[in-house]
C-alpha cells in the first residue's frame, strides 16, 4: 500500500557548520521564517484585509470565522491523529453526514431529547471508527481502500431510513406516518448559542477538542507511541508497544470527532440535510496538511491543523468580504495547499523522489 | 501409511484454495453475475450486457486504467476528474469556436496531458508526495473551470452545430460495436503493453515496489514517476473526450463523479490479482465488477442509493474473502 506522507523527507535541520558567522546568520533567520511562515502570513492577511474592509476586524466578525472552521478544524483533528500512526481515514467527512441525519432523526422521529442524542451519535461515530480499526488492523485492508468503502456504504445507508428524503419536524416516514418529534431546543444552542454573547459554542468546543487532542498527542507517552508507529510500525511493536491498539484508538478519535462535527453541523442547520458533509473530508484533509508547516514540524501536529483550519477561514471570509466570486474559494484553497506542502517538502531536500 | 494420509490429506483443499486465491476476482465476477442472473429476468438480456458495456465500463475503465499508471509507482491520482474535464473543456470549447474536430480532439489530449505535468512537477519536482500534490491539483482545478465557465455554467453545443466526426466519436460505430467501446479497447491494449511488455512499464512497477531500489540501480526514478503521472492525465483525457462527445455538453467538474470507482477498481484489481501489484487486467474485471453491480442492483428495483451501499459491500466483501483465503493459503 501507498504510504500517503512520505516518511523519507527528514526534517533537515540548517547545520551550522558553515565558517562564516553571517551565513549562520543567514540560515537561522531561514529556518525561523520558515517554522512561522504561516503565523506571518496570516499576520500579513489579517492586517491587509482589515484596512481594506474596516468591517473585517470587528469580534463579531472574528467569531464567525472561527465558527465557520469549527466544524473543518475538528474534523482535522481527527485526520491528525490518523496521519500521526501512519493511516488515512476517507470515511470522516461520510461519518459527519451520517451523523447529522442520525442526530436529526434520533429528535424528529424517536422523540430524543438532547442528553440522548448526543451520546447516541458520538457513539456511532465511535462504533464506525471501530469497524474502520477491525478492517485495517484485524484483515489488514489497506486503510485508504477500507475506509472508502466505508465512505460510499455510509452515504448510501444514511439515505436509506428516509428513503433519500431530508429530515425536518412533520416528516413523511416511508411507511406514511408523520413523525411526531422536532428538534430539541437545547440541542439548537450547539451550533447557535454563544458563550457570554461573544465566544459561539461550536469555537469552545473547537478549542477543547485542540486542547484535548493537544495534550495527548504532543504531551503523554500514548501520542509519542501514536507518532513512532507513523515512523515505524514494525520497530514500535518490537519495543513492546501494541500497535494494533494505538492504531485503533486513533481510528476510533477520527471516527469520534467526525460525529461531534456532525451534532454541530446538524445543531446549525436545524434540520437532516441529506447534502450536508460534502466538502468537509477535503478541507479538513487540506487543513491537516497545511499544518505540517505550522511551527516547522513537518509531521502532522493537532495545533498546526487547527491554525491551518483558521488560515483558509481568515482567506476565505476576507476574500469573500472584498466580494470575490464564491468559486474562487476551492482555487484559494487548493493554492494554499500546494503553497504550503512545497514550503513542507521543497526547502531542505536533495534527494527524493 | 499415516503418514503419507497426513502429508496428502491437506494439500487438496491447499490446492483449492491455492486456485480461489489466484482467481478471486474471476470467481467474484461469476458469483455476482450468477446472483443477478437469477434475481432479474432482463440482466441476462444481449441489449442489457450491452448496456453494461457501454453505459457501465466504457468510461471508468479509461480512467481506471489512468490511475492504475498512478498507483503503479507507488502513488494515487486524485485528479483523474479533473484531467477529463479538462479535455473535455477544450474539445468542446473548440468544436463551438469552429476549429476541426480533429485540433479540438489534440487540444483535449494536450490539456488533459497538461493536468498530468502539472502533477509530475509538484511530485518529481518538487518531491511532494502525489496524495497531497494531487489533491492540490483537484481543488484547483475545480475553481479553474468555474472561473472559465462564470462560476459554473455547462457549454452546451447546439444541435445543428455538431460536427459528424463528433458525433461519431460518441455515438457511431463500427461493424456494430460503438467507437467508445473501441476506443477503450485500443487504450487497454496499449496500457497492458506499456506496463508489461516495455521497459517504461517494469521500471515503473519497481518503483511502486522500491523507490530507493530503482534509484540505487542508476535509473531516474523521478523521470519515470513523472511519466506515469503524465500518462495518467493523458488517459483520463481520451475519457473527457468521448464523455462530452456522447453528451455533446461540457458540464464542470463532471469528471470527479469517476474518482472514487476508479480508486475501488484498480485497488480491487491490485489485491486481488496473484502478483498483489498494479495490474490492467485486474484493473478491468475490477471495473466490470462495479459495473455489473450497479446495473444488476439497478435493474432489482432498488433505490439509486442503495447502489453506493452495494459497491461499499462489495468492496468488503471481495477484501475480506481475500483476506481469509489468503491468510489459509499460507498458514
Known amino acids: 500500500m501507498t504510504s500517503i506522507i512520505d516518511e523519507t523527507a527528514p526534517p533537515v535541520p540548517r547545520s551550522a557548520n558553515t565558517s562564516a558567522a553571517t551565513s549562520t546568520w543567514l540560515a537561522d533567520l531561514g529556518t525561523t521564517l520558515r517554522s512561522g511562515a504561516v503565523f506571518i502570513l496570516l499576520a500579513a492577511l489579517l492586517i491587509g484585509f482589515s484596512t481594506a474592509e474596516p468591517a473585517f476586524a470587528n469580534l463579531g466578525n472574528l467569531m464567525s470565522i472561527l465558527q465557520a472552521v469549527a466544524v473543518v478544524a475538528i474534523l482535522g483533528a481527527g485526520v491528525t491523529v490518523t496521519l500521526a500512526v501512519g493511516g488515512f481515514d476517507l470515511s470522516i467527512g461520510a461519518i459527519a453526514a451520517s451523523s447529522v441525519m442520525a442526530a436529526s432523526y434520533a429528535m424528529i422521529v424517536w422523540g430524543l431529547d438532547t442528553y440522548a442524542t448526543v451520546p447516541l451519535v458520538l457513539a456511532f461515530g465511535a462504533l464506525i471508527g471501530l469497524v474502520n480499526a477491525f478492517l485495517i488492523v484485524r484483515l489488514k485492508v489497506p486503510d485508504l481502500l477500507a ?68 495534550v495527548l498527542t504532543e504531551r503523554t507517552r500514548i501520542g509519542r507511541l501514536l507518532f513512532a508507529t507513523g515512523g515505524n510500525e514494525i520497530a514500535t511493536r518490537l519495543a513492546g508497544a501494541s500497535t494494533a491498539r494505538l492504531k485503533t484508538l486513533a481510528y476510533v478519535i477520527s471516527g469520534t470527532l467526525a460525529a461531534l462535527g456532525g451534532i454541530v453541523v446538524a445543531a446549525r442547520v436545524g434540520r437532516g440535510d441529506v447534502s450536508s458533509g460534502g466538502s468537509l473530508l477535503m478541507d479538513a484533509v487540506a487543513a491537516a496538511l497545511i499544518g505540517f508547516t505550522v511551527l516547522g514540524k513537518r509531521r502532522p501536529n493537532v495545533l498546526g491543523t487547527i491554525v491551518g483550519a483558521v488560515f483558509v477561514g481568515v482567506l476565505l471570509n476576507g476574500l469573500t468580504m472584498l466580494n470575490a466570486p464564491y468559486y474562487t474559494q476551492d482555487f484559494v484553497k487548493g493554492a494554499v495547499l500546494v503553497g504550503a506542502l512545497a514550503l513542507t517538502y521543497g526547502t531542505g531536500r536533495s534527494t527524493s523522489s | 501409511m499415516t503418514l503419507q494420509t497426513s502429508a496428502t490429506a491437506p494439500s487438496i483443499p491447499r490446492a483449492v484454495i491455492g486456485v480461489i486465491v489466484n482467481n478471486a476476482l474471476v470467481l467474484a465476477l461469476i458469483t455476482v453475475f450468477a446472483i443477478f442472473s437469477l434475481a432479474s429476468p432482463t440482466f441476462l438480456t444481449i441489449a442489457n450486457l450491452q448496456s453494461i458495456l457501454v453505459n457501465n465500463f466504457t468510461l471508468l475503465a479509461i480512467v481506471a486504467i489512468a490511475m492504475t499508471f498512478a498507483v503503479s509507482v507507488g502513488g494515487i491520482d486524485l485528479s483523474v476528474g479533473t484531467a477529463v474535464d479538462f479535455a473535455s473543456f477544450a474539445f468542446v470549447s473548440l468544436v463551438l469556436a469552429g476549429q476541426p474536430v480533429a485540433v479540438a480532439a489534440l487540444a483535449g489530449l494536450g490539456a488533459g496531458a497538461a493536468v498530468g505535468a502539472f502533477n509530475a512537477v509538484l511530485i518529481s519536482g518538487i518531491g511532494i508526495s502525489p496524495f497531497l500534490a494531487t489533491l492540490g491539483t483537484l481543488f484547483i482545478g475545480r475553481s479553474i473551470q ?69 534509484r540505487y540501480s542508476g535509473i531516474a526514478a523521478r523521470a519515470h514517476v513523472a511519466v506515469a503521472f503524465i500518462l495518467a492525465g493523458l488517459i483520463a483525457a481520451v475519457a473527457g473526450l468521448i464523455l462530452s462527445a456522447t453528451v455533446t455538453v461540457y458540464i464542470p467538474s463532471s469528471g470527479s463523479a469517476f474518482l472514487l470507482n476508479a480508486i475501488g477498481a484498480t485497488f480491487i484489481g491490485t489485491t486481488l490479482s496473484r502478483l498483489g501489484r498494479p495490474n490492467i487486467p485486474g484493473t478491468v474485471l475490477g471495473v466490470l465488477l462495479l459495473g455489473i453491480v450497479a446495473n444488476g442492483l439497478l435493474l432489482t428495483g432498488l433505490n439509486f442509493y442503495w447502489q453506493q451501499v452495494g459497491t461499499g459491500l462489495l468492496i468488503f466483501a471481495v477484501l475480506a474473502l481475500s483476506f481469509i483465503t489468503r491468510r489459509k493459503a499460507s498458514a
Open chain 1, 147 to 214: 475506509t472508502l468503502s466505508m465512505m460510499f456504504l455510509l452515504s448510501g445507508l444514511q439515505l436509506i431510513p428516509t428513503a433519500g428524503r431530508s429530515i425536518s419536524a412533520g416528516l413523511i416516514l416511508p411507511n406514511g406516518t408523520t413523525a411526531s418529534g422536532a428538534y430539541d431546543p437545547a440541542f439548537l444552542l450547539i451550533g447557535r448559542a454563544s458563550l457570554f454573547g461573544i465566544v459561539p459554542v461550536s469555537v469552545v468546543l473547537m478549542a477543547l477538542v485542540a486542547i484535548a487532542l493537544f
Open chain 2, 146 to 214: 468555474q472561473l472559465l465557465t462564470n462560476g459554473g455554467n455547462p457549454v452546451y453545443l447546439p444541435p445543428s452545430g455538431i460536427p459528424e466526426a463528433f458525433r461519431f466519436l460518441g455515438r457511431g460505430a463500427i461493424a456494430g460495436i460503438p467507437v467508445p467501446l473501441i476506443l477503450a479497447a485500443i487504450t487497454i491494449l496499449g496500457a497492458t503493453v506499456i506496463l508489461t511488455r516495455a521497459r517504461f512499464g517494469r521500471v515503473a512497477l519497481a518503483i511502486g515496489i522500491q523507490t530507493s531500489v530503482v
